[in-house]
């Protein structure tokens, strides 16, 4: 009997004393799902955010706001606390939407940092730059598309997989951001005329901000050398066949495995990405009459890959920034050079020699010769 | 002034109690009619007692047969006892001992015997010039016929239940069990009701200290009658205040049969069709006879899946207060609208959602229990409309709540036993709670106290949670997945048998 | 037949009491403490820091050996006299219970920062503490098969945190030794505080059922927490960058946050609640020591006395001292001294002396 006396107090105790504050019912919060950040023309920060509503007397089932003179996001929330008719919550973000013109601005990091700071917080928030105004793309009218920001995340999911796209989540972002060989990049996104499209990916320096954009045939060469391809990998060449023939063969990559070398030889860094597939050619628009031609495709495609790979390594070169992680191989093979080099790698790697050897084995040509 | 007295007193059996104690110690008396003298006293007021006088044929002594109507079989007090005392004549009687055409019988001198004898159904043949009486087994009540009991229907086993005699249900038991090491030890426990206990082991299995806790647990009940088993379990339990039964009662004999050979020990109670087994453990609980009948497959996903009805049916709901209460990033973005959506029509906070639908429920059950069967559907219908539409549609629920509510009970039914399932059902509401005042977290703490109270609790002082802890690997071949019947070659730890080993026992038995 | 026979525990049950006791708190925290003196060297330093905590763990079970019915409490008389072992008594009660407080209020800073901030404390520790008492009240023989319970129970947990490794790039790792052996070696301390549990084999010793096992049952335990410790650190290593996991105070947690399964994310909510379990597990063996030390001093019979004793004392305390990221920290590092001091200084000087004791007793008399 004293037993149960004594867990009934404590029980009543425990009641009385429990706090409500860290209630939060469901039904009562403000999810926000997108968040997008942008600069008006005096470039002053507006933030911009989507939630869906849950009540059904509400006829709109989404709501977007904006928050306009705010320094931070938090800011930005308690002017959307006031707006909502529930708590505005952060713990579902799907997707981050940062204007072009902002990145070129604004350094990014410090905007984010109550996403990394507050535990309740997502992660998993898809990053994307959009050229253009953010707010098109939110208010963008898709009448056959769930919600905006849930569509967003899918979309980008899809082309990423596709390789036409990367994927960077904040939790990549911010590893990418600490880590000192390797910068960020993420989705561009651009409004069309009715439909929203992924243009490819933007690469941003070692802080955040802007540097360049790759259209999706770059991309897809980008996440090659990234090891970030979900096989099989589809590639598409045009090829000139000289006597003003020109064709386009398409082949997908399979089994594909790399080895990177790292040298370091008289003040340079030295990389050579071997690259070995097996190929599966999937259309050839062009004819031709023996089957010796089509014994050296393996070599055409070879050199064009390593022609693609090349030219874009050379093009982010000039931009001292190094979105394909080199640096962990300088850090994990060289690190007596790489320490000397880690606080300025974008500029060591920009002087850096890197070379792409492929090497392709055609295991077969389809069904047809 | 004595009439007055014995009027005052009327309704007693003797004159005073500490007379009849008297009585019963002395003996029986060699004048006939002084016993029946004893007999009327202590025996007033009860018009089922029939003495029936007469004189034996071959011998010319005068007799008298007494026995308590409706306990006896009237057929052997007629054609087996009275008709050869009455009409039969043997030329060479040597035997002082009357001609009695019954199996068991025996000769006494006690009143204390006699009269505990008369209420089990025997008769007593008091006979002139002897100082003792013939007690003969003419046992004989109204009897239900074997049934397969209601709470433990079998698909593949044996379809008998026990019934309401001590008797036949060890009998049955026997049958399953035809060894000589199955020991029975009979005690009596209560002091006015006197109920038969008879107590079944396997002498060379079972562990003698288990057996000894037993023995002295009865002993030490301090009682006026015991009905039924369910109260036998109270009292010798190790912890009245758990909510986990600690033994199993059970209707079934192969059941009891096979708990025996596993080295527990049976527990038959005269009158009641439960038959009380110990030591038991938490998981075996989880356990039917009909896992042993179907395929080791099939029965070990079978218990799998009673074991994540036991989950789902004590978390499910808690889980869902948890999450619309405090943690709503755990649900993925999808399942989170439309949960959102469906909770949004509703008024109440989740954890007043929940209640109100989890007691209507149980309120819902126990009304079908006790209902006869027409009604019971009828208010199954009306509860499961009111439940599944018009809750839902009058806003007073949100349709997940509806979907978890189902799902508990659907689970709760799965488990086998209904002295747990019940207990398992109790344990959601404590952990809806937590979950509405501490998340997550309430519900980890709630278990962490359900856990360790479980595996404080012994069983006839062996560890209630065996084989999870304390860890035993060879158990564990009997317990969430049953091992093919050649693999179960020891008998259970948990019980701590004597004789470990099942087949080959020749080699080292009486280890 | 000793005092202690009846609440006899199996090999098994001693290795998980004390690898339940090593592995604690330790594991959400380790791996960033490492990261910022050794870098992604950290891992080698847990296995020198293994390496002592079984070197320890050996002396003590040779201590032991010698009165294999006595626990610690009853040793320390024997050697050391009536009051002075009774002041080492009592210090190891005092050591224990401090150890109790710090992973109490640490579990609750955690629960506070990372699911309910709003709670209070004290009502957090109310709910908390109730399964501490059913189990502690048990004593040792329930204390064992609640260890086993959580060791099996919480399987699911390094199968969770390894699923960020395809996300990772095993390259951070590389090159090992980057800095030399000073980095390393200097980590090793910070290493100790997480093997601290051995050091309750000054306790368990006697409760043991096999005995002889005793040596190779510490060292299982010892290495199940080696394993545990360099599972999550590699794999933190393995996932975050280098300079990214100095950020955070509890990286394991960042770690399975991102984690996202079909029907559950956010792992970090369910993984931390259920890690109560663990952090629970550390803390009942120490205060049952702590139990069994008032028992001894005081003469009092039973654990529920000096449990309750106990637990007001930490009602007390949860309310006057206010749980902040400082305290906290401050409470870990002293704990670490002075667990230093008495689980890895006490056992080697103790052994010294005992083995001269013995040895200058034995020889007048012979």
Redesign the interface.
Known sequence: MKKVMVLISIFILGMSTACAEDKIYLEETSLTLAIGLDLDDNNNLIVYQTNPVFSEEATKKVDIKSAYNVQTLRQAREIFNAMSNGNVVGGKVQVFLFSKRFLQEENPVKYLDTFLRDPKNAVNVVMAVVDGSVSEVLNAKLEDKPRIAVYLNNLIERTHRTESTVRTELDDFYRKIYDKGVTPYMSEIKMGETEILVTGCALLNDNGTYAISLNKQETSFLLLLQQDVDEPVPITFNINKGNGNNGTISATLDNISYKIVTDYIEDKFYFDFQIEADAVLSERNYFTNTEEKLNQLAEVIELRLKHECEDLVKEIQEYEIDPTGLGLYARAYKYDKWKNAKNNWGETFANAEVTVTPKIEIKSFGVIK | MRFLKSLVRGNKSYKSGEQAKEVLEHCVSTNLSNNLMTIKHLFTEMPDLVIRNFTISQTSEQAALVYIDGLIDKVSINEHILHPLLHEYRSNQTSSHPLVAIGSTRSTCSWLEIEDALFLGYSALFINGRSECILCDSQGWPQRALEEPQTESTLKGAHQGFIETAKQNIALIRRYIPNRELKIKELKVGKRGKTQISILYLADVVNPEVLREMINRINDIRVDAIINTGEIEELIEDNSFSIFPQLLVTERPDAVASHILQGRIALVVDASPGVLIGPMTFTSFFQTVDDYSTRWIVASTLRLLRFLGLFIAIFLPSLYIAVITFHYEVIPLQLLLTLGQSRAIVPFPPIIEALMMEIFLEMLREAGLRLPAPVGQAVGIVGGIVIGQAAVQAGLVSNIMVIVVSMTAIASFIIPNYDMSTSIRLLRFPMMVLAALFGMVGIVVGTMTVVGHLLSLESLKTPYGTPIGPVNFADHKDTFIRFPMWKLDRRPYSAKPKQLTRFNWDKDSGE | MSKYSSENI?L??YIFIISGTQVGIGVLTLPGTLAEKAGTDGWLSIIIGWLFSVLVSIVIIQIMKKHPQCTIFDISRKYLGKWLGRAVSLSWVLYSFFAVVTLILTAIFI?Q????????S???L???I??IY??T??GL??I???S??VF?ATMWMPILLTIPVQ?G?L??L??VI?EGWWPILSAVQATFLSFLGFELAFVLYPFLENKKSAIKGIFIANSITLLVYIHITIISYVY?????IK?YIWAT??LI??I?L?????????FL??Y??VI?DTIIPYLFTAVLGVNHITGIKGYRIPLILFIVMLMLITNILPITYEQVMQLGEWWGYIGLILAFLFPIIFWIYTGLYDRLLRRPKS
């Open positions: 199996t098994m049950q629960i920062v990372w699911i309910l901030p709003e709670t209070n004290s009502s957090l109310l709910i908390f109730v399964p059913i189990i009240k048990g023989k329930v064992g098969r609640f086993e319970f099996f996300n790039h390259l951070n590389l090159p980057k975050f960058s280098p300079d990214e950020q947690l960042n946050k991102p996202q079909p029907f559950l994310e956010r792992f970090e909510i369910i609640s259920f109560l379990f629970s």
